[in-house]
């Protein structure tokens, strides 16, 4: 490695010392076309990251200060140590048993449409849907609103599975796959 890299000057006295000697500091050409002086330029970047800085502090505290206030607006009847009695498992009962009822017709609306009454098990097949729908849409709700989640993932998937028209795709996935 030579002394001469990255600007190190050469040592005149070298004659008993190695090469690895460290290098003596190079002081900076000045550059003849320099419009702005550094210091000024170094100076309003930091008073930028400063005013940035506080900035984003102010949209903090801001946004901590609402959420508080949020929290005393929503809690505001429960005080410190009374135990909160968990959420009511009805909404995710009432889609588990919407989805039965589901499950239901589509099964009525199959038998009547064999015994050859085809506009009845039409019409029914249409409430099938209907009410797996609503089933779905009251199941997911009662996961997102913790009102019986496993309820409510019980009945968006019994739901799913009644519905007469994904019931039929998903036969003819399965009928398709193993005719091929």
């Known amino acids: 490695m030579s002394n001469q890299s990255w600007g190190a000057q050469p040592s005149s006295d070298s004659a008993g010392?190695?090469?690895?000697?460290?290098?003596?500091?190079?002081?900076a050409q000045p550059v003849e076309a320099q419009p702005v002086e550094p210091e000024v330029v170094e100076e309003e970047l930091v008073e930028a990251e400063l005013v940035e800085a506080e900035l984003v502090e102010a949209e903090t505290v801001e946004t901590i200060i609402d959420v508080e206030v949020?929290?005393?607006?929503?809690?505001?009847?429960?005080?410190?140590?009374?135990?909160?009695p968990a959420?009511?498992?009805?909404?995710?009962?009432?889609?588990?048993?919407?989805?039965?009822?589901?499950?239901?017709?589509?099964i009525i609306a199959v038998v009547v449409s064999s015994a050859n009454d085809f506009d009845l098990g039409t019409t029914l097949g249409y409430v099938a849907i209907g009410l797996s729908v609503l089933a779905v849409v009251l199941g997911?709700?009662?996961?997102?609103?913790?009102?019986?989640r496993r309820l409510g993932v019980a009945s968006v998937?019994?739901?799913?599975?009644?519905?007469?028209?994904?019931?039929?795709?998903?036969?003819?996935l399965v009928g398709g796959a193993g005719a091929a």
């Open 87 to 106: 959420p009511s498992p009805s909404l995710g009962a009432a889609a588990l048993g919407l989805a039965a009822v589901t499950a239901i017709v589509h």
């Open 157 to 172: 998937a019994l739901g799913l599975v009644a519905n007469p028209y994904i019931l039929l795709l998903l036969l003819q």
């Open 140 to 148: 997911a709700l009662a996961v997102i609103l913790d009102r019986g």
């Open 17 to 27: 010392k190695s090469e690895t000697a460290e290098p003596k500091p190079v002081e």
């Open 70 to 84: 949020l929290d005393a607006e929503v809690f505001e009847d429960i005080q410190r140590g009374e135990v909160v």
